[in-house]
């Protein structure tokens, strides 16, 4: 028997979600599955790429209540650990203010009738945002990488690379935490 597993949403096409999963999770992280298997990052990563990476991000206001928006969002490996984790690239005041201040975050993908959420932590890794190891040159590579993990795709790099210096863009990565799907 192969270690693979199909469901077949009400609608739409069947989601293959492959096996086994990969080690980096690390032993805080805690993978659920209804159905009696594991998620991984991997099978999230597979579930983003069916609909262009959209997933919605929630973030706490400093009020308690939720803010959520739409944003394309990927896996990458974070660029000083190495540890695979959700990311995604923003900018503005709100977003990123909830996630400096509450950096706890849920990110959900779908596509079709499937869906898988990602709780975790979120490091901002931008212009406003320093970290050690990221030098403005490494940002702007980091930039790409995370536009390209979350399925995108660019004609004029060069002119992708003034729009996220001029917005200030960050990249936002989610370390999982908890992994559920339906």
């Known amino acids: ?17 492959n096996r086994p999963n ?14 009696g ?13 069916q609909d262009h990476g959209l997933a919605i991000v929630s973030t706490l206001r400093e009020d308690g209540t939720i803010h959520a928006s ?37 990110v959900t993908f779908r596509a ?3 869906w898988a959420s990602v709780d975790g932590v979120a490091e901002v890794i931008g212009p406003d945002d320093p970290h050690e190891g990221v030098d403005p040159e490494r940002l ?3 930039l ?16 992708y690379d003034r729009v996220m210096a001029r917005e200030r863009r960050a990249a ?4 999982p935490r908890r992994i559920y799907p339906n």
């Open 140 to 142: 702007r590579i980091l």
């Open 37 to 49: 298997g594991v998620t991984s990052l991997d099978d999230v990563a597979a579930l983003a790429r």
């Open 172 to 175: 936002v990565f989610v370390r």
């Open 70 to 106: 739409l944003v394309n969002a990927g896996v990458l490996d974070h660029p000083i650990t190495g540890e695979p984790h959700v990311v995604f690239v923003t900018y503005g005041k709100v977003k990123l203010t909830n996630l400096r201040r509450r950096p706890q975050t849920t």
């Open 22 to 35: 990969r080690s980096y999770i690390d032993a805080d992280a805690l993978l659920i599955n209804e159905n």
């Open 144 to 159: 790409r990488e995370a536009f390209v993990a979350a399925g995108g795709t660019h004609d004029d790099w060069d002119e």
């Open 112 to 114: 079709g009738w499937q």
């Open 1 to 17: 028997m192969d270690d693979s597993r199909s469901t077949q949403p009400s609608c739409g096409n069947p989601l293959v979600i």
